[in-house]
């Protein structure tokens, strides 16, 4: 219908160019204004009162002395609430806020606005809760298998299970002629953003209220707010503000509610900021997980069985938990060739903070299980750890576990090959002490420090899976503005660092051929981006602007058909010029669309996935898949259990570069999260409590921790996405943590089950 | 309370500060300067960093009193003027150092006594500076690139400039 995109005849700043970002002027020059920056004259502060036990009831809330305090102008508790009383992602079971039991240490039980946020602060103090504590469940086994276990909800503990079933394990197990087995454990990650959650609501002449939020997905906001306030959706309109970071920690709703329900109440705009404290009680975590895997393979690497037990831990409510376990499940014995399987992956409920989302979502746990499984067979077989992953690598026209073909690119062989075709970085120079674990601490001039290199290996899925109906919309307008054609590109797509903003002004200068092009700030006012999440932005909000620019070239070339007696096959738009194959350049585009304007809006859904089978886990249930490979290299000082990760270098298969400036910084920030995970990063639990809800005690890679990192980037192209792209935020997040781990066990010889790695597990003791 | 300070080179008055606000919330929240962040509050990730009297401080960790007369630079005061950029904030746009933005205010700062101070670091040099400035996004990489390509326009400008 319309000219193929000419991706040669690059327009400058458009696709496979590395335009700067349009807002990033803004933030240097610190003008940006994130969520928490937001003021509006006549504010009030909101401040939330949360539950100190994992598990209780609510037997009364006093409210008296707090809403008495000079400055305070409203106290609200679950009685306030105007609509529905519960919200969800996927389940509505949270209470906005809690009625008479608390099923973890943090929820919401009340919320105060007043005139300063101290204020409101030591309000919230003055509330008089009567808990009566009870018994928290903490352990996941327990929730998920023992029936005497006290139930958190009434469908009982048990979020999802999910088995895969292929073959046949019990008779495969004869053809082994090795067999490796190992129970892993990841501990809870936090997703620590550096933005905290925080908003401003305010409330408006119709009734309704307008939230400038920070958030992943809009609409599913949306879709659980307005409910709660008892407002129809027109009513609750929101602009999405400055977002400092997300990585799947915005997809649950935190102030939003909230903050609309005090500015409702109180008729004055509502400004709620977190305190990091309070971020790590606000938002929801990874899970956790114990995974029990055995592998059997024949003499020369050949898997002939897997056989898994993973069990989440989904904390207190759902969540996305079910779709995490959907991942860990399908996901679970990653880019291997398995004849036979038997997977069983569990989400659970338990009074432990609740989980959902983080990038990577349910794939970052399998991988590190089945990545550490590899590296037992190779040491069974004594084969180098890439030849065995060599010999089982999925190929197109492979089978996933699931039953589902791959049926694009997955060139994991040549990836591995590239993986080790990369040069090994110098031994340490031991006369820096910099370059030591340990560092400037001066612990070690490199007596007791052992080299190790790993290998990592994962598979992600790239938007959502599962027979979800998932889509995005956009609105592209073209015009004349000050002699000039100029689009404009409207979507509710959140940008939340990852670049989302540059790429869609890049696709809409590639496909109209013009080099001025606005983004519209982000809000409800158009139809539904789905989630900055999944990796799914530049697939699916990147295929609906194309889209949406490809309906604007077709009404303007059927004009331009007409006009000029030409096939409409024969124009394209290069230079903001209208060009004919056979007669040249016809017309500049701002004198053709004079004083007219052409607005397009479209909605672009990937092919459609089908649900898995409940009991054997087969369909096809993912719509791309993507690939990584990390090489961990690390220095350990075996005596004091210091480590340094001295380089790490990744090979990716984006199917087509489309900003590699905004690619690589994908792929770094995914690899340093998946350093983080290794190595420090833990939200540690005491019978359901937090006992490091700061940065002093969650630490997140520094500069001095993360090492160079090496990047070789493919472009297989995947012939279902626009332009062959692959989601590319999160594989770097599943491969970087088994690969660093596998590091650590070369140069110590320890098993190192569980990550993150703590000192003191590589200094045992007994 | 009253409060008296200079803030990029302009003098400022603050009322009624309540005494256990820091100087960060007084940027923030009273002056109308929210470039500097409060990511932790806690001293522990830089993104509140601004200059007190020429050395980088987390502002966050600053009691507004002990500001009181004292000479205060942000990120909003890091540009020479309105259209211009610091080769600094040149740099990290250039590079790819930016994607939420979150943590630039505070490592803009560092990056700024940094390469004013060094205009040839090296990696171990601008790693050890910018120790105390934690970035969830990028994983440093484009950060280094960053101070590098700063540092040398710098020293190309100091060099032209014959000082
Ligand atoms: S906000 Fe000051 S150091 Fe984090
Ligand atoms: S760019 Fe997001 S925290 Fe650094």
Redesign the pocket.
């Known amino acids: 219908m319309t000219a193929p995109t000419n991706l040669e005849s690059t327009t400058s700043g458009g696709v496979g160019d590395s335009p700067q970002r349009p807002d990033g002027t803004r933030k240097v020059k610190g003008e940006f204004a994130y969520s928490s920056d937001l003021w509006h004259d006549d504010m009030l502060w909101g401040a939330t009162l949360r539950s100190p036990h994992p598990h209780a009831g609510i037997t009364a809330i006093d409210i008296g002395e707090a809403l008495a305090t000079p400055g305070v102008h409203a106290v609200l508790t679950h009685d306030d609430v105007p609509g529905v009383r519960y919200y969800g992602l996927d389940h509505p079971d949270q209470p906005v806020l809690a009625i008479d039991r608390v099923r973890y240490q943090g929820e919401p039980v009340a919320l105060v606005a007043a005139e300063h946020p101290e204020v409101a602060r030591r309000a919230i103090n003055k509330i008089g809760v009567h808990y009566q504590v009870l018994e928290p469940l903490t352990d996941p086994r327990r929730a998920a298998f023992d029936a005497s276990a006290p139930r958190l909800h009434e469908h009982g503990n048990v979020v999802r299970h999910q088995p895969v079933r292929v073959g046949d394990v019990q008779k495969a197990r004869a053809e082994a002629d090795v067999v490796v087995q190992g129970e892993y454990q990841i501990g809870m990650q936090d997703q620590a953003f550096l933005g905290p959650e925080s908003g401003l609501a305010v409330p408006a002449e119709d009734g309704g209220v307008d939230l400038y939020v920070a958030t992943q997905w809009m609409h599913v906001d949306l879709r659980q707010i307005a409910p709660c306030l008892g407002l129809p959706e027109d009513k609750v309109r929101m602009t999405l503000s400055g977002v400092g970071g997300a990585f799947g920690a915005r997809e649950d709703l935190s102030m939003q509610v909230h903050a609309a329900m005090l500015a409702l109440h109180t008729g004055r705009p509502i400004k709620i900021v977190y305190n ?1 404290e309070e971020s790590f009680y606000g938002h929801v975590h990874r899970h956790p997980a114990i995974m029990r895997y055995e592998h059997g393979a024949t003499r020369d690497g050949k898997l002939v069985y897997a056989k898994a037990e993973t069990i989440l831990d989904g904390g207190a409510y759902t969540s996305s938990t079910a779709n995490v376990v959907g991942n860990a499940a399908s996901l679970g014995v990653g880019p291997y060739e398995v004849p036979n399987v038997e997977i069983d992956a569990y989400g659970v409920y338990t009074n432990n903070p609740p989980c959902g989302a983080m990038r990577g979502f349910g794939a970052v746990q399998a991988c590190y299980a089945y990545e550490s499984q590899m590296d037992k067979l190779a040491a069974a077989l004594d084969m180098h750890p890439l030849d065995v992953r060599r010999v089982n690598a999925v190929s197109e026209g492979s089978k996933l576990a699931t039953g589902q073909l791959v049926d694009t690119p997955a060139p994991l062989a040549e990836m591995l090959r590239r993986l080790k075709n990369i040069p090994l970085p110098d031994p340490t120079d031991n006369s820096d002490i910099r370059n030591l674990p340990g560092g400037v601490s001066n612990t070690t001039h490199g007596e007791g420090v052992r080299r190790g290199v790993g290998y990592g290996v994962g598979l992600k899925n790239i938007c959502f899976s599962e027979g979800f109906d998932d889509y995005s919309t956009a609105r592209v307008r073209l015009e004349v503005i000050g002699g000039e054609p100029a689009a404009l590109v409207h979507t509710a797509a959140a940008e939340v660092g990852q670049g989302l903003v540059t790429l869609q002004a890049q696709i809409a200068r590639t496909e109209l051929g013009i080099e001025r092009v606005t983004i519209a700030p982000a809000d409800t006012q158009i139809g539904d981006a789905g989630s900055s999440s999944a990796s799914r932005q530049s697939y699916m909000t990147g295929g609906a602007v194309k889209t949406a620019c490809e309906a604007v070239r077709a009404s303007l070339f059927g004009r331009a058909a007409a006009r000029f007696g030409l096939p409409e096959e024969d124009l394209s738009l290069i230079g903001g010029k209208l060009i004919s194959a056979r007669a040249g350049v016809l017309v500049a585009l701002a004198d053709f669309l004079g004083d007219e304007v052409i607005e397009e809006v479209r909605e672009y859904h990937h092919r459609p996935t089908t649900q898995v089978d409940p009991t054997t886990g087969q369909g096809d249930s993912h719509t791309q898949l993507a690939l990584c490979v990390h090489r961990a290299v690390v220095d350990v000082d075996v005596e004091l259990g210091l480590l340094k990760v001295v380089e790490l270098s990744a090979v990716q298969d984006v199917g087509k570069i489309l900003n590699r400036t905004s690619l690589e910084g994908q792929i770094h920030g995914g690899t340093a999260q998946g350093l983080g995970l290794a190595v420090m990063e833990e939200i540690q639990l005491s019978e359901g409590k937090l006992r490091n809800p700061s ?1 002093t005690d969650y630490l997140i890679p520094t500069i001095l921790d993360m090492p160079p990192m090496r990047l070789d980037i493919l472009e297989n192209a995947d012939p279902h996405a626009p332009y062959g792209l692959r989601g590319a935020g999160e594989p770097s997040t599943l491969s970087s943590t088994p690969a660093i781990a596998a590091a650590i066990r070369d140069a110590t010889g320890l098993s190192l089950p569980r990550v993150p790695v703590r000192p003191d597990d590589l200094t045992p003791t007994s | 309370m009253r409060l008296n300070l200079t803030v990029n080179g302009e003098p400022q008055q603050a009322d009624d500060i309540w005494p256990g606000e820091s100087l ?1 919330y007084v940027l923030r929240e009273r002056l109308g300067l929210p470039g500097a ?13 601004v200059y007190l009297d020429g050395v980088p401080a ?4 600053v009691a507004a009193g002990q500001a009181e007369g004292h000479d205060v630079v942000t990120v909003e005061g890091l540009a020479p003027g309105e259209d211009d950029l610091h080769p600094v904030q040149e740099a990290f746009v250039e590079a790819g150092a930016v994607q939420c933005g979150f943590c630039t205010p ?1 490592l803009l700062v560092a990056a700024h006594n940094l390469v004013e101070h060094n205009q040839n670091p090296s990696d171990a040099e601008i790693r050890e500076e910018l120790a ?1 400035n ?1 970035c969830r996004c990028t994983g440093y990489e484009k950060i280094l690139d960053a101070v590098r390509l700063a540092a040398s326009r710098t020293r190309n400008r100091k060099q032209e400039a014959g000082t």
């Open positions: 990091r940065f | 960060l962040k409060n990511a932790c509050e806690q001293g522990e990730c830089g993104s509140c960093t987390c502002s966050c960790l505070g105390g934690l």
